[in-house]
């Protein structure tokens, strides 16, 4: 019986230190800072949308005109993958598969958006690359969900 119980005890510690299966570190705004130029990341906008919750939207200028993109978490608060999280419009045409830090300021944050077009068209604002290069205010940005290396 007292095996069993060392059994026990024992099974319940080593559950305690398992990890997840993530590869990503979350940022929060406020330690949001130059050290992370050059990373790959997601932006987390409006609220928390740790697993999977408070699905937010953004609105980004693409070539003349406004795009909506909603969060696309793949996050069950235990597995969530980098390369699973993105931000679709609504008729999935586009798809933001990562953005790329690069500056940070006191009130905004300096990204190039990494945009997929799912149209399989000719669309104008591919026609140079898809890269974007767009700015966020610190107001909008609940945190970031980082790359792990």
Known sequence: MRNLIYILILTFSLNIYAQDGSDIIYIQEKNID???VGKYAHID????????RNIDSV???LGKSVTE???NRN????NNWFNEQSLKTAD?????KKCKITRVFDDMILVDLYIENNENNESDIFKDSNIFPVNFFREEIYGLLIKAD
């Open 92 to 96: 999935n045409h586009y798809e933001i």
């Open 45 to 52: 906008f409006g609220e928390n949308s740790f697993g999977g």
């Open 75 to 78: 996050d069950d608060g235990y």
């Open 59 to 61: 609105k980004v200028l």
């Open 34 to 36: 130059s050290t992370l």
């Open 69 to 71: 993109f909603i969060e």
